[in-house]
């Protein structure tokens, strides 16, 4: 069965980094691109970053600077490096690998304290 699992999350305090990963088992991904999004507390969830299968990146303006995607394909798996983080990154972040449909994982929580 295919499925992504995400980790690294944790409590930070503001300024602080973390690296979020996301391993794909089940079969090979290097030839889709995937990407991170988050879901603040009682919003929708939102686009943060993607990268493309030879590994192009592209940010949201509220991250850009600040956050850095990659992967590591004889891994299956993506990261997503977070610098300066802010209070208001705190959300649960998901991975997605760009199929149809695409396929999410389960999600990690990321809080941000002042």
């Known amino acids: 069965q295919v499925q992504l699992v995400e980790s690294g999350g944790g409590l930070v305090q503001a300024g602080g980094s973390l690296r979020l990963s996301c391993a794909a088992s089940?079969?090979?991904?290097?030839?889709?691109?995937m990407g991170w999004y988050r879901q603040p507390p009682g919003k929708q969830r939102e686009f943060v970053a993607e990268i493309s299968s030879t590994g192009i990146p592209f940010y949201a303006d509220s991250v850009k600077g600040r956050f850095a995607i990659s992967r590591e394909n004889g891994k299956n798996t993506v990261y997503l490096q977070m610098n300066s983080l802010k209070v208001e990154d705190t959300a649960v972040y998901y991975c997605a690998l760009y199929r149809s449909p695409y396929l999410w994982g389960q999600g990690t929580q990321v809080t941000v304290s002042s």
């Open positions: 089940g079969s090979s991904f290097s030839t889709n691109a």
